[in-house]
């Protein structure tokens, strides 16, 4: 595995704090808790009854009717339920400040959420100098920034291989016609949960970067100076062709839960780096035909204030990997780490240098229980080889 290729899909978030400082300004002023708007002025599409919205596919452009009704939970006031009928919604970037409530579709199998047929516009250059809105729109179908939510029981397919109008940032050229994220969760505090979501995406031979044509399916991250607290839950939901499955980085006074996930033809199904404070479980996960099934980094710029792990329990139990590498746990530890990977069943391809664990040289006083090859370059690691 190569560390830098992994880092440079970090990056994305990584860099931020260094570029950016500690504040920036929304340049869309939000919808208050006081602004009563109404479903009923979403068009026909959208319905209310009482605490739950109700929409449906139009058959064109959804965006306008789904952002509308996104609107109107959060003007609320008040935890709200958005229904997604079944059939396919057909939207560009969806942007959710301060959602408290639920946004469920149908089923896995029955709704889904689709790019627009010609590519969405994305604001060209380093968009994450301010948070994603109608006037700074990100390369992400759904953002979140903020909020207590629930997204589940839906699919977000992208097949485009290049679904976006080009973006670069970090003077990375020539402009790339990926999306960074099939839902993003940013801001300072979010209690997110992702709930029987299939990510779906498709192989892009002319990305250049990473060959797929979504960088990551679901990334809680902090952004603009802070880390992000709070607890993001990815559950029985499925990575299909994506580069990145579950990814968190930049968090501090948080937990992360990754449970019962698939994942084919992912590179990475799970990336995990800089935590402060953090207590973190991958367990029951099943991975298959990609390069690193669990990757636990370290991604940060310099300067930034949450880097590798301090004062973080992580443990990696009870999977299924089948990979180039199991896991990776190549984090600089700080103080206050307890590490445990155990009970993991772990098929790796050693024809290429794969191994079942891998302990990078940052790593100590980490337990490892596994079937297989262990390369450990820690201190004070505990390896235990089962026969």
Same mark, same amino acid.
């Given at each position: 595995?190569?560390? %830098?290729? !992994?880092?440079?899909?970090? &990056? $994305?978030? =990584?860099? /931020? ?5 500690? @504040? ?108 994603? %809105?109608? !006037?700074?729109?990100?390369? &992400? $179908?759904? =953002?979140? /920034? ?5 997204? @589940? ?235």
């Amino acid at each position: 595995m190569k560390r %830098s290729q !992994t880092k440079l899909l970090l &990056s $994305l978030a =990584a860099a /931020v704090v260094a570029a950016c400082g500690s @504040s920036t300004t929304d340049p869309v002023p939000s919808i208050s808790a006081s602004t009563y708007l109404r479903a009923t002025d979403c068009g026909p599409s959208v319905s209310r009854h009482g605490e739950v919205i109700d929409v449906s596919p139009t058959g064109a452009d959804d965006t306008a009717s789904l952002q509308c009704a996104i609107d109107a939970a959060i003007a609320a006031g008040r935890p709200m339920s958005i229904r997604l009928a079944a059939g396919t919604f057909h939207t560009s970037q969806l942007v959710a400040k301060g959602f408290n409530g639920r946004l469920a579709g149908s089923g896995k199998d029955a709704t889904v959420l689709a790019n627009p047929a010609t590519p969405m516009f994305v604001t060209p250059l380093d968009f994450y100098l301010a948070e994603p %809105s109608a !006037t700074n729109p990100w390369p &992400s $179908l759904l =953002a979140f /920034v903020d909020g207590d939510f629930k997204v @589940s029981d839906l699919t977000i397919q992208v097949l485009d291989e290049a679904p976006t109008t080009g973006w670069s940032i970090f003077g990375i050229m020539p402009p790339i016609k990926a999306l960074a994220h099939e839902i993003v969760i940013v801001g300072t505090s979010a209690r997110a949960s992702v709930e029987r979501v299939a990510f779906v995406g498709k192989v892009a031979p002319s990305d250049q970067l990473f060959g797929m044509n979504i960088y990551n399916a679901v990334f809680f991250e902090g952004i603009l100076g802070p880390p992000i607290a709070g607890a993001f839950s990815v559950r029985d939901s499925a990575f299909i062709e994506v580069a990145a499955g579950a990814v968190a980085v930049n968090l501090k006074d948080a937990r992360v839960s990754v449970l019962d996930n698939t994942s084919h033809r992912t590179t990475w199904p799970v990336q995990i780096a800089d935590l402060d404070r953090t207590e973190v479980l991958v367990a029951g996960n099943r991975f298959q035909d990609g390069a690193a099934g669990i990757q636990i980094l370290d991604g940060c710029a310099p300067g930034e204030p949450v880097c590798g792990l301090r004062d973080t329990r992580l443990a990696i139990a009870g999977n299924q990997l089948s990979e180039v590498d199991g896991v990776e746990v190549i984090a600089t530890f700080g103080e206050g780490v307890r590490c445990a990977v155990v009970g993991n069943q772990i098929q790796y391809d050693p024809a290429v240098g794969g191994v079942a664990v891998w302990l990078g040289p940052g790593t100590k006083d980490c337990l490892v229980v596994t079937r297989g090859a262990v390369k450990d370059q820690g201190v004070g690691n505990r390896v235990i080889a089962i026969p």
